[in-house]
């Protein structure tokens, strides 16, 4: 059972590395010029609750499978949750279709890891993997349409 896990860790990992790639890219086109938004204060909410969910992301995606199973994820999720909650009361009014994508990711990866706890398997965790990989790819994306805001 042990080699048969191993494929699906080693993808998520591989998943988080690329995460912690791409993380840095939108701060790092982010120009501090703020475009054309009258809601200054609701603009630096996103752009600092938005950072924290990618700080939070970032670090779920890092966490190995290995040291602590599905429980350590789990406990790096919640992190995530309340991160990406922060995000779209932030971001509802200005950004609702993202908000809504975002919350549609946090629940798929809050399901995978139901079931990855209650039937851990090769299939359960790549699922995971999966859905971790969409959220974080989704993250990016939306921190890419608010970064020139930020």
Partial sequence: ??????????????????????????????????????????????????????????????????DGGIAALQTAFTTVQDDASQVVDDARDEYSDQSDQLSTDVSA??????DAAGNPSAATLRAVGTAISTLASDVTSFAGDVGSTC
């Avoid at 990866?109 to 139901?114: I, W």
């Fill in 1 to 66: 059972m042990r080699r048969r896990l191993r494929l699906p860790v080693l993808l998520l990992l591989a998943g988080a590395l690329l995460l912690g790639c791409s993380d840095d890219d939108p701060a790092a086109d982010s120009s501090g010029a703020s475009s054309s938004s009258a809601n200054g204060s609701g603009t630096a909410a996103v752009c600092s609750s938005l950072d924290e969910l990618q700080t939070s992301v970032a670090a779920l995606a890092k966490t190995p499978v290995t």
């Fill in 109 to 114: 990866v809050q399901s995978a890891l139901g």
